[in-house]
């Protein structure tokens, strides 16, 4: 499906509320043996598991770890949602909304949005389908306004078009002149005479007097023979504020026009030196402003340069300029009742970026029990029920009608990323007070949140320093309706979160082999959103109903997690979801040999997207290559490739810069560099292998940007570099070792099990095997277990012949 459709379809989804639940991720049950290696139970059930982005793991019943927070010392303070605005079509509706809202009440006349059909006129759609019809003056036809409301999901009948019509030609079709009409409009006003310098000494009045020309003063005797009273003339144009004087008037009447001056306002927007509100109040008067000066001063409007009509000037409540009712596009048919701006001041606050969207800290701290009773009261005060009797099916439902409702005010707190370095783990571990004899079964358990990371098997065990939330784990603390919206991991690692008690959570996932369709398929329902912030997903606060993505080609799956189950994210798999109510979650992050080279794949993707990287992938291969010792068989040859692949792309780019002519060349030490001192200045990626460095500019960018980021002559770059050449061949040379030891022990395991080996010397051979398996940390396999068994048995046949022997 094309942007163009998958836009469309989502404006027809957003008409109509409906909601089909995706189909069930896969769930597993390992057994009390599988559940003993947590590594190699989520190997085994990858193949099936990442098709889906997600699955959900139910431990043995056995199993069951005691909650070692102390319930009554955790105090954090929540974060606040506001439901519908979460979700991204949603958002953009409340968007639009608020420009439309402040255009009309900046021009002093509030809008009340109408009522069609007992709910409020979706405006934003209404705009969307018109313009797809070719625009207002397009839809003339009744068959064009049937298609239309049958869009919006209204009844098809002629109240109900000629109804969208008249508003859209009330309410929409005035913005939208004045949308295509501002540029002009402010050209014209910017036509206006620039201001003279303005001086305090006295020549000042020279330079006044300099200024009138022979038309002004012909249009001045004659503006006197009308008002004869009138000394001081002031005459407006644009943001320009210029003082004529009548020269053979008295020094207070200069030092009157001084002061005048002095409320002059430079460049454009509402600054008013001098002036505040209580000076200056429109609502008294819309032909005069307040002045305590001349009250018989003229107004000249901005636009067409003239003061005729003063009847019909308006004055803005924002920069003072003054308008003609009529001068305005769209003219105004009424002076509006309340303050009014002009066209210079409405299309700078209509048009003001809006801020980044993000959630805000509520100023309650709570404990878990008092967050625990606000929960509770909530949902049940919501469904009229105790919350749990409340079906997660319905609670579901209604979660996505919220989200999706523009009307629908719903907001919820969500105690999330709460550090377990902070606040303790909710998992027991060494330094947890009052463990059970029993308990230290859990805090050796791989399954334990805080151990996971740092198992044998996982790469993440080689970076030095803990990364909350990714090596450290992150508690939740959800009520009904708090959400987590659409995101993958950092470094689109894997993912693994514990429900330790309470209510439900749902989940949706997207494999990761579907994260570009869910990527595109938002950014094409809701283009002005990712306009405005390219980002957006990276920021984790956008979700978007499942069966919009569903609809536009996205695999989506779901489940619902139950107090002591595990959810497992796959590398890349975009996952979102919300509680069902009052609940305690811990999550981390982990990874595998086999997340290594998608991991480098996220790194050429960062530096795309020019995103901050959490810790250099470089820098983990080397450490890796360099503690060979320590890796087994999968993980030394999944680090053989990846430093191969390194090795050889830091030689291309080693030779490049070096035909481009930079001789200077030094070693550092990059890991002793905060990451901030190491960025590239154009990907922002982390350097670890090399950098080039400006003495000039000061700025440092990877080999890949050498050459543009910055325009410095090649003399004053220095290429700086972790290791040279050679020592990155010896580091590829001790892997390509440890990987033929692994090779030569495979061979000759295979050969000792045959049945053609040769008894002679077969026992020593068999236990030399075991004990290099030990030292290679060969993984548990089936050609281990046979060598093992066949040892043991080679063991019990040699006994009887020992003892025997010690009979003779």
Known sequence: MDSKNIQKNAMHKSAEFTFTPPPEAPVF?????????????????????EKTGICKIKPPAIWQPPFSLDVDKLKFIPRIQKVNELEAITRLKLLFLEKILKFWELQGSPLKIPMIENKTLDLYCLKFWVDEEGGFESCNTPKKWRKIANAMGY????????????????????????????????????????KPEVKDDDDSEQQVIKEISIESITKKETLVDEKPHSSIKKAKTGSDIKVEMDVSKDNEAIKRSRELRRLACYGPGPKMPGLNDEEFDITKSRKRPRYDLDPLAVYICAICQKDHRDDLLLICNGCSDTYHTFCLKPPLTLVPDGDWRCPCCIAEEVHKPAEAFGFVQAETEYTLQQFGEMADKFKSDYFGMSGHLVPTNVAEKEFWRIISSVEEDVTVEYGADLHSMDHGS?????????????????????????NLPVLDGSVLRFINADISGM??????????????????????SYSINYLHWGEAKTWYGVPGSGAELLENAMKAAAPDLFKSQPDLLHQLVTIMNPNILMAAGVPIYRTDQNAGEFVVTFPRAYHAGFNQGYNFAEAVNFAPPDWLK??????????????????????????????????DLETALETQKELVHATEEESRLRALVAKNGLKNVQRTAFELLGDDERLCEVCKTTCFLSSVSCADCKHMACLQHADQFCKCPVEKKTLFYRYDMDELHIMLQTIDFRVNSFDKWMTETKNILLPTAPDIGRLQKLKTLVDEAEELKIPKCTLLSQLKDEFTKATKNVEPIVIELDDD
């Open 155 to 194: 009844s098809q009948n002629a109240n109900t078009m000629n109804f969208l019509r008249s508003n859209y030609e009330k309410i929409l079709l005035p913005y939208e002149i004045f949308e295509k009409s501002k540029a002009d409009i402010l050209k014209t006003v910017k036509k206006s005479e620039p």
């Open 471 to 492: 090596t450290v784990p992150w508690m939740y603390v959800g009520m009904c309706f708090s959400a987590f919206c659409w995101h993958n991991e950092d470094h689109w």
């Open 426 to 450: 909710g998992f027991p571990t060494k330094s947890s007070i009052n463990l059970y004899p029993g308990d230290q079964e859990y805090v050796d358990s791989g399954w334990n949140l805080n």
């Open 598 to 631: 998608i991991g480098r794949e996220c790194i050429s993707h960062y530096k795309n997207l020019k995103r901050f990287c959490v810790f250099s992938h470089d820098e983990l291969i080397c450490k890796m290559a360099l503690e060979g010792d320590r890796l």
């Open 29 to 49: 049950e390992p057994t009390l043996e599988e559940f003993t290696d947590p590594l190699g139970y989520i190997a085994k059930i990858r193949p099936v598991a």
